[in-house]
C-alpha cells in the first residue's frame, strides 16, 4: 500500500514546480529570509495560475515544503523515493531555483535557473532597484514565460483586457515566440491553445481573416483540438457561411470537448456553446426546429447559460410564442449575473446572429 501511495506521489508531483530561493544574510536580515522570498514566489505564481482558463495550472510550492506522502518517504528513509521513480517513469520534474545577490548599483539581482519542456535549460537574470518584493514578482513573471509560456501570455492577455486595453502586442510577442520553436509532442496541446489565443486577439481586433487563420492552424497538428474548430465555426457563422460551420460543428457532437486536465464544471461553457452554435447555424438555414432542438439542447447541458436561453428566446419571438419567449428571456437575465467568461472560447466573448451581413457584437463580459 506504501508503494502504491508512494509511486501516485511520484505522478502527481511530476505536475508540481518547486522553488528553491537562496537568500543572503544581508537580505534576509531585512524580513526577506528564504521562506518568505520562497514564498512571494510562489504567491505570484498563484496569482498568474487564477486566470480564467480552460486548462488546469501547474502546482507551486516551495521545495523545502514536503508533500503528506513525502513525509512517510521521509519516515521510512525513503527521500529519494519519489525522485527515483520519476526518473523511472520518465517524468519530468520541475524545479526552480533562484539567489538574490545583494550590492550592486542598481539594487540587488535575482539569478534563476531551471528547466521547461517548452524552453528547455534557461536562465534568468533581472536588477530592480525597486525593492526585494517587486524583484521576487517580476522574477516570477519571467520564470512563468518560460516554464508555461500559454499561461503567462493568458495572464498578460487577462491585464490588458481588465484594463480596457486593446493593445495585445506583448500576448502576440510571446506567442509567436513560442510558436516559432521546433514542434515538439510535449508541448501539442499548448500550442494550440496559443494559436486558438492568437486568433480571439484577432477577433478583439475585428479582423476575422487573421481569426479564421489562427483557429485552422490551432487543429492543424492537432487535430483532436476541439475547441480551435468550435471558434473556427463562429467566424464561419459571423460569415454567413453558416453550412460550413455545421459540417465543423456536426462531429464534435459525438466527442468530448473536455480539456486536458480541466475541472469537471468548465465543460458545461463548451457543450452549450457547441449547441448554440449549431442552433445559430441552423435557423441562419432557415430550419427553425432544428435550431429550437439545438437551444434546448444547450440549455440541457449548460442551464446556468445566458447565451442558449436568450438565443432560445428570441427564436421563439421570431415563432410567435411570446410568453415562452419572455420566460426564457427572463430565465437569461438572471443567468447572467453569474456569467463566466474564459479567454480560449470566441462565443463567451460575442453573439452570434442567423441574420447576413451582421457586424461583430460584444456580449456582456467579466473586464
Same mark, same amino acid.
Given at each position: 500500500?506504501?508503494?502504491?501511495?508512494?509511486?501516485?506521489?511520484? #505522478?502527481?508531483?511530476?505536475?508540481?514546480?518547486?522553488?528553491?530561493?537562496?537568500?543572503?544574510?544581508?537580505?534576509?536580515?531585512?524580513?526577506?529570509?528564504?521562506?518568505?522570498?520562497? %514564498?512571494?514566489?510562489?504567491?505570484?505564481?498563484? %496569482?498568474?495560475?487564477?486566470?480564467?482558463?480552460?486548462?488546469?495550472?501547474?502546482?507551486?510550492?516551495?521545495? %523545502?515544503?514536503?508533500?503528506?506522502?513525502?513525509?512517510?518517504?521521509?519516515?521510512?528513509?525513503?527521500?529519494?523515493? &519519489?525522485?527515483?521513480?520519476?526518473?523511472?517513469?520518465?517524468?519530468?520534474?520541475?524545479?526552480? &531555483? !533562484?539567489?538574490?545577490?545583494?550590492?550592486?548599483?542598481?539594487?540587488?539581482?535575482?539569478?534563476?535557473?531551471?528547466?521547461?519542456?517548452?524552453?528547455?535549460?534557461?536562465?534568468?537574470?533581472?536588477?530592480?532597484?525597486?525593492?526585494?518584493?517587486?524583484?521576487?514578482?517580476? !522574477?516570477?513573471?519571467?520564470?512563468?514565460?518560460?516554464?508555461?509560456?500559454?499561461?503567462?501570455?493568458?495572464?498578460?492577455?487577462?491585464?490588458?483586457?481588465?484594463? !480596457?486595453?486593446?493593445?495585445?502586442?506583448?500576448?502576440?510577442?510571446?506567442?509567436?515566440?513560442?510558436?516559432?520553436?521546433?514542434?515538439?509532442?510535449?508541448?501539442?496541446?499548448?500550442?494550440?491553445?496559443?494559436?486558438?489565443?492568437?486568433?480571439?486577439?484577432?477577433?478583439?481586433?475585428?479582423?476575422?481573416?487573421?481569426?479564421?487563420? /489562427?483557429?485552422?492552424?490551432?487543429?492543424?497538428?492537432?487535430?483532436?483540438?476541439?475547441?480551435?474548430?468550435?471558434?473556427?465555426?463562429?467566424?464561419?457563422?459571423? /460569415?454567413?457561411?453558416?453550412?460550413?460551420?455545421?459540417?465543423?460543428?456536426?462531429?464534435?457532437?459525438?466527442?468530448?470537448?473536455?480539456?486536458?486536465?480541466?475541472?469537471?464544471?468548465?465543460?458545461?461553457?463548451?457543450?452549450?456553446?457547441?449547441?448554440?452554435?449549431?442552433? #445559430?447555424?441552423?435557423?441562419?438555414? !432557415?430550419?427553425?426546429?432544428?435550431?429550437?432542438?439545438?437551444?434546448?439542447?444547450?440549455?440541457?447541458?449548460?442551464?446556468?447559460?445566458?447565451?442558449?436561453?436568450?438565443?432560445?428566446?428570441?427564436?421563439?419571438?421570431?415563432?410567435?410564442?411570446?410568453?415562452?419567449?419572455?420566460?426564457?428571456?427572463?430565465?437569461?437575465?438572471?443567468?447572467?449575473?453569474?456569467?463566466?467568461?474564459?479567454?480560449? #472560447?470566441?462565443?463567451?466573448?460575442?453573439?452570434?446572429?442567423?441574420?447576413?451581413?451582421?457586424?461583430?457584437?460584444?456580449?456582456?463580459?467579466?473586464?
Amino acid at each position: 500500500m506504501v508503494f502504491g501511495l508512494l509511486t501516485a506521489d511520484a #505522478v502527481v508531483s511530476a505536475d508540481t514546480v518547486s522553488v528553491n530561493m537562496s537568500v543572503p544574510a544581508s537580505v534576509a536580515s531585512t524580513g526577506f529570509t528564504q521562506d518568505v522570498a520562497e %514564498r512571494i514566489f510562489t504567491h505570484e505564481f498563484e %496569482r498568474m495560475n487564477q486566470t480564467r482558463s480552460l486548462l488546469k495550472p501547474p502546482v507551486m510550492r516551495s521545495a %523545502r515544503e514536503p508533500t503528506i506522502i513525502g513525509v512517510i518517504a521521509n519516515s521510512l528513509r525513503l527521500n529519494d523515493f &519519489t525522485s527515483a521513480l520519476q526518473d523511472l517513469l520518465g517524468l519530468e520534474r520541475m524545479r526552480v &531555483t !533562484g539567489a538574490i545577490v545583494a550590492g550592486g548599483p542598481d539594487g540587488n539581482r535575482l539569478l534563476i535557473n531551471s528547466a521547461s519542456a517548452s524552453s528547455g535549460a534557461f536562465s534568468v537574470e533581472l536588477t530592480d532597484n525597486g525593492g526585494t518584493e517587486r524583484l521576487l514578482r517580476r !522574477g516570477a513573471l519571467a520564470t512563468m514565460e518560460q516554464v508555461q509560456p500559454y499561461r503567462a501570455a493568458l495572464f498578460h492577455f487577462d491585464q490588458v483586457m481588465r484594463a !480596457g486595453g486593446r493593445d495585445f502586442s506583448t500576448v502576440q510577442a510571446m506567442a509567436e515566440r513560442e510558436l516559432a520553436r521546433p514542434r515538439r509532442a510535449e508541448v501539442l496541446t499548448e500550442r494550440s491553445y496559443m494559436e486558438n489565443l492568437l486568433g480571439i486577439t484577432a477577433l478583439l481586433r475585428n479582423d476575422l481573416d487573421e481569426a479564421e487563420r /489562427r483557429f485552422r492552424r490551432s487543429f492543424n497538428w492537432n487535430t483532436t483540438f476541439a475547441i480551435g474548430k468550435l471558434n473556427l465555426a463562429f467566424v464561419l457563422i459571423q /460569415r454567413d457561411r453558416y453550412q460550413e460551420a455545421l459540417d465543423v460543428l456536426n462531429p464534435l457532437v459525438a466527442l468530448s470537448l473536455e480539456p486536458r486536465f480541466a475541472p469537471v464544471q468548465r465543460f458545461g461553457p463548451l457543450r452549450e456553446s457547441l449547441h448554440s452554435s449549431i442552433g #445559430v447555424a441552423r435557423w441562419g438555414l !432557415g430550419n427553425l426546429d432544428g435550431a429550437e432542438e439545438a437551444f434546448r439542447t444547450a440549455t440541457s447541458e449548460y442551464p446556468d447559460s445566458e447565451a442558449a436561453y436568450t438565443y432560445l428566446s428570441r427564436l421563439l419571438l421570431e415563432r410567435g410564442r411570446t410568453a415562452e419567449a419572455a420566460e426564457k428571456a427572463a430565465i437569461a437575465r438572471a443567468n447572467a449575473l453569474t456569467f463566466e467568461n474564459y479567454p480560449e #472560447v470566441a462565443t463567451l466573448y460575442f453573439w452570434m446572429t442567423p441574420r447576413d451581413n451582421q457586424p461583430l457584437v460584444r456580449r456582456f463580459a467579466l473586464y
